[in-house]
């Protein structure tokens, strides 16, 4: 996951919207969103085939979770346990064990954000350049790879895009569909707001837009999946769609997923 702006309690018929795309390299084997297993908790989400671990799921409790990289050219930590284990190792109930290790087990770079949709309250955790914390209440968040809110040009764009949409009078599909639109953008930045990351101006360029691809000796990297999560407020409760939107590595469609669940029949 490297791009997600998330509003939380900014619209009373969707308490939660939460728009994210997640890139990598192709070549890195993932499963399409789906319901499965960890630490006998009941999670929906994509897979890591790789290292294991996911980049977003949500829990059948109604608790979101996921994680982006911190970009940092040249500062890596070979043998680092995969980010990705720390998804499901919060969601299957490792909160207060993933508190602890973040000041003790040596990790490249992370930003992990967790979300309960039945209080509609959530934090912020990242481990550069120190471990810290952030309560999330009502309001706009996003988080990229970077700090939480730090104001890359495609965050500001997608959180724009995301108030926007919630202000327009719209039902769930047109919600849906000007979110993945918003995800779908590949015009780079102009050079004068590209941030100073440590990479080279190129490449801040083909990294600054929403949904990117980039061609190297590695393979090709780039969006493999764009993901709604949204709870709408409805006459029988909360429900919560949760959708997946998979990419080839020529930047195509490859197929789509949808999920939904009640959130209040949980309880």
């Known amino acids: 996951m490297c791009l997600a702006a998330l509003a939380i309690a900014q619209s009373d018929r969707f308490p939660f919207v939460l728009a994210s795309n997640r890139d990598e390299f192709f070549h890195r084997e993932a499963a399409p969103l789906g319901w499965w297993t960890a630490g006998g908790v009941e999670l929906l989400g994509g897979r890591d085939l790789s290292a294991g671990g996911t980049w977003l799921a949500l829990s059948r409790a109604g608790v979101l979770a996921l994680v982006t990289n911190v970009r940092e050219p040249g500062r890596v930590l070979p043998g680092a346990p995969s980010r990705g284990e720390l998804v499901p190792h919060w969601l299957a109930g490792g ?25 509609l309250q959530g934090t912020w955790f990242s481990n550069r350049p120190q471990p810290q914390r952030r309560t999330l ?7 990229s790879n970077a700090a939480l809110d730090t104001p890359w040009p495609k965050l500001l764009a997608l959180k724009r895009q995301l108030v926007a949409a919630l202000a327009a009078p719209a039902d769930l599909a047109t919600l849906q569909a000007s979110l993945f639109e918003a995800l779908s953008r590949r015009e780079p930045a102009p050079d004068a707001e590209l941030p100073a990351t440590g990479v080279p101006l190129d490449r801040e360029r083909q990294l600054s837009p929403p949904f ?41 469609v490859s197929g789509e997923t949808a999920r939904a669940f009640d959130l209040d029949a949980v309880f």
């Open 137 to 143: 209440g009502a309001g706009l968040h996003g988080v």
């Open 212 to 252: 990117i691809r980039i061609e190297g000796e590695a393979g090709v990297y780039g969006t493999r999946c764009s993901t709604l999560v949204i709870v709408e407020a409805t006459a029988q409760g909360r429900r919560v769609h949760m959708v997946e939107r998979r990419f080839a590595d020529s930047g195509t």
């Open 95 to 119: 909160g207060q064990s993933l508190l602890d290790d973040m000041a003790a087990v040596p990790r490249n770079g992370f930003n992990f954000l967790t979300v309960e949709l039945h209080g």
